[in-house]
Structures are given as structure tokens and as C-alpha cells.
């Protein structure tokens, strides 16, 4: 009995504070009317607004009330009435206005924490007021909270690294890898999106929500060979632009579709020319075996990506690539030459590369070294990768160990296998790093 009545009183009590937050809770557009908001959404606001504390954020009087540009947001926070006015593009450009007033005087509040303000912005954002409402669901709040602006792809690293087969190490290695939505904020697409998400909604079982959004992204490697080279030469290694649809299933699970190019940006392509900069290098007392360096490598590619979180720790990551031999952006591919260093086979890319399987493992935040809470471990990544023409013929193994080393997310990082720069991508190589790896949220 005593349980029951605690259900009912749980139940009643989460009616209240929904009809509160139903009266608490009002949003206007720029022409008056109300979009719709779900009373789960008013409660979920206002929850989360009451984390925002206005005494960490820098204050202004205005000498007028704000005009709503686009939507106005009020709600009671602490005894006064706060409004948020937000532009259409709020989630891109943060471009909003927070203000409380009292009889004639507006106070603004600028430069406020941003982590209570994300999810709500979201929901005030992309509410509908029609009855078509697409943009209000769970994950659509936490994915445009974290991916609407410019945000990471893959890891962006800086190391010192070293490779067996590179006559200059260890040498300075730095990725950069970011990504950015396309038409994130244009209606049409919304719809699409919406339309998309029901598709997939329909298509899989169970209640799981989707949202589909298309992007943009590159990947750039550079090394730098300071102190082992004449004048510390920073040399192209990889250049990779994507474009691609990513159905998200949570804001660290989902699917990719993509077309993709990848090449290192050099421009040797025939044995004279590799045979004139090797004298060049000779010339000025280094290494012939630099002039390697310039070989041009280029593919286009198709690809899909899956990577889901099974819990807090565990994470999986499935990556598969068809090299294309003639693509839309690179032309005929560019590979190993049989002139290169007296080779009597062909030595395809696909050989090498196009599978890859990866298992990440994050440690709890309580697995510090003993005695010291600013030394702790972070991650454990495994990534196994082989080529789709002679399956397991050749296999390439990445292991990454990563802590947080006094804020710093510190890296040690192993490779034994293929492809350790696009140039020697079928040259078996053992290789080492050490660096930090750097990701937006």
C-alpha cells in the first residue's frame, strides 16, 4: 500500500510540475503566434533554465526592450520574468538576447555558460506551428547542440612520431579534422530530414528517433621534419574532403553514407621526374630516398561508416571503402607505379585498405593513478583494418592509449601494418607516436 501510494504521489506530483511548467513556459514568433511545445518540452526548459545561473554571465542596461527577431522564450526564473530572443539560426551562430525586465528597464545578461542554454536553444529553435512538428524529439536537441556548428571528424593530433621505413625520425605528425552541416538551417531540408527520420522510424522496430543530416568534412595530415631535413620542410601527406549523409540514432550513434576524395597534393607521376628530384636531393648532401615524398597518390572513393555506443565504456566503430578507379573528382587514380622501385606486380589500394573494425573502451573517470586525481586514464582504442581484394592478405593493427594528463588529453599511439602515409600505402611499416588528441565536444 505504502508503495502504491508513493506511485500516486510520484504521478501526481510530475502532473503538477508539468502544469506548472505548461503556465511557466510561453513561446512567440516574430508575427505573434505560439509554437508548439509539448509539455514534456516546457518541462524539459524550464529544467534546464533553472541551471543557468544569470551571476556568471556579464550584465548591460538597454535603453529599450529587445525586438523578437524570431521567437521570445519567457519564463519565471528566480522571481522575475526572463526572455530569451533567438534568430533562426541561433544553434549556428549563437545569436540570441537574454534579458529580465523590471517596469522600464531591460537588463541584458551576455556571455553566459552555455551548457544549460544548448538543449533548451535547440527546442526553441526548431519547435513547429503547425502540427507538422519535426524538430522537438530527444536527439534532434542533443545533435544540434553539439554538431550544428564546425565540430570534430575524425581525431585532430599533434605527435612527435616515427616510422621504420622513414630515414628522418622521429619527425613532428599533425592531423586536422573537423566537419560542418550543410543547409542546417533551411527549412525545405527540414522537412526532408523529417521525412527521412519517419522512413527510418518506419523501416527499423522499435522507438527508437532519427535524424538525418548531410555534411561536409576534411581531414589534412602535415608532417615536419625539424632538425633531420634542410630548412625543417613541413610536407602534404593526406588530403581528404568528404561529402555525406549521417542518420543519427543518439548524439554518439550513427550511420554514414558518403562520396569522399583522398589524396596527398604532390605532383611526381612519372620516373623521370622521380629520378630528377632524387638528384636534386643528392645535390644538397641528403637523402635520394626523400624525393619519395613527392610521389602523387590519389583515389576517390565511396564509403559507409557505422559507430555506436553500447554503453558509457564500450564503443564500436565500422568503416568500409570501395576505391573507385575512375571517380568524379580524382579522375583515373593514382597508384603505385611498377617504375617505382622495379616492382612486377600491381599493387592495388584496395588490397591494403577498405575494411576497418575498431573497439574503444573509456575508462571511468575514477581510474586515476594512485595518490593524484590529475593523471587519470581515458581511452583504450584498437582498430583493426585490412584491405576488401585479399581479405586478411594484409593486415594493419592501431593501438591508441589515451589520458588526461593535468587537462591534457595525452596520446601514446602504435601502428603495425600498411598504409602509414598514402605514398608507402603498401609498405609494411612499424610505427610510434606520442601527442595529445584534441576533439570539440
Avoid at 533567438?86 to 555558460?113: F, H, Q
Wanted: hydrophobic share 35%.
Amino acid at each position: 500500500m505504502q508503495f502504491i501510494k508513493a506511485c500516486v504521489f510520484g504521478l501526481a506530483s510530475l502532473t503538477a510540475a508539468g502544469a506548472l511548467a505548461q503556465d511557466a513556459v510561453q513561446l512567440i514568433d516574430d508575427n505573434g503566434q505560439s509554437p508548439q511545445l509539448s509539455e514534456l518540452d516546457r518541462l524539459y526548459i524550464a529544467t534546464r533554465l533553472e541551471q543557468l545561473d544569470l551571476a556568471q554571465c556579464q550584465t548591460r542596461l538597454l535603453n529599450k526592450q529587445p525586438r523578437v527577431v524570431y521567437r521570445q522564450l519567457t519564463l519565471q526564473h528566480n522571481g522575475q520574468n526572463l526572455h530569451i530572443n533567438v534568430a533562426d539560426d541561433v544553434m549556428r551562430t549563437r545569436n540570441l538576447v537574454i534579458y529580465t525586465e523590471s517596469g522600464k528597464e531591460w537588463r541584458e545578461y551576455y556571455a553566459c555558460p552555455q551548457d544549460p542554454l544548448l538543449p533548451a536553444l535547440a527546442i526553441i529553435a526548431t519547435a513547429k506551428v503547425s502540427g507538422q512538428e519535426i524538430g522537438s524529439n530527444d536527439i534532434r536537441q542533443k545533435v544540434l547542440a553539439r554538431h550544428t556548428q564546425l565540430s570534430s571528424h575524425e581525431p585532430t593530433e599533434l605527435m612527435i612520431r616515427t616510422d621504420s621505413n622513414n630515414p628522418s625520425h622521429p619527425y613532428l605528425d599533425f592531423t586536422l579534422s573537423l566537419k560542418h552541416p550543410l543547409f542546417a538551417n533551411w527549412e525545405m531540408l527540414e522537412q526532408l530530414q523529417a521525412k527521412g527520420a519517419d522512413v527510418m522510424e518506419a523501416l527499423i522496430p522499435g522507438d527508437q528517433e532519427y535524424l538525418v543530416q548531410p555534411y561536409l568534412a576534411f581531414t589534412g595530415r602535415f608532417s615536419q621534419y625539424i632538425g633531420t631535413r634542410q630548412s625543417s620542410p613541413v610536407m602534404e601527406r593526406r588530403f581528404n574532403p568528404s561529402l555525406f549523409y549521417r542518420i543519427w540514432s543518439s548524439d554518439d550513434a550513427w550511420f554514414d553514407a558518403g562520396l569522399a576524395h583522398e589524396s596527398n597534393g604532390q605532383r611526381i607521376n612519372t620516373q623521370e621526374a622521380l629520378a630528377r628530384e632524387q638528384l636534386d636531393y643528392v645535390a644538397r648532401g641528403e637523402d635520394a630516398q626523400f624525393a619519395r615524398d613527392a610521389l602523387s597518390r590519389g583515389w576517390d572513393y565511396s564509403f559507409i561508416d557505422w559507430q555506436r555506443s553500447w554503453n558509457s565504456q564500450w564503443q564500436t566503430h565500422l568503416q568500409l571503402r570501395h576505391y573507385l578507379s575512375d571517380g568524379p573528382l580524382q579522375g583515373k587514380s593514382e597508384e603505385y607505379n611498377l617504375w617505382e622501385d622495379g616492382g612486377r606486380q600491381a599493387r592495388p589500394r584496395s588490397a591494403y585498405d577498405g575494411v576497418s573494425i575498431s573497439l574503444q573502451y573509456n575508462f571511468n573517470r575514477s581510474r586515476c593513478f594512485v595518490g593524484t586525481a590529475f593523471v587519470c586514464f581515458n581511452k583504450l582504442d584498437v582498430k583493426q583494418e585490412t584491405g576488401y581484394s585479399g581479405l586478411f592478405k594484409h593486415n594493419t593493427t592501431t593501438v591508441e592509449f589515451t589520458t588526461d594528463f593535468f587537462g591534457l588529453p595525452v596520446q601514446l599511439w602504435s601502428r603495425n601494418g600498411y598504409a602509414s602515409d598514402l605514398v608507402d600505402y603498401y609498405r609494411y611499416t612499424k610505427s610510434w607516436g606520442l601527442g595529445i588528441e584534441l576533439r570539440t565536444p
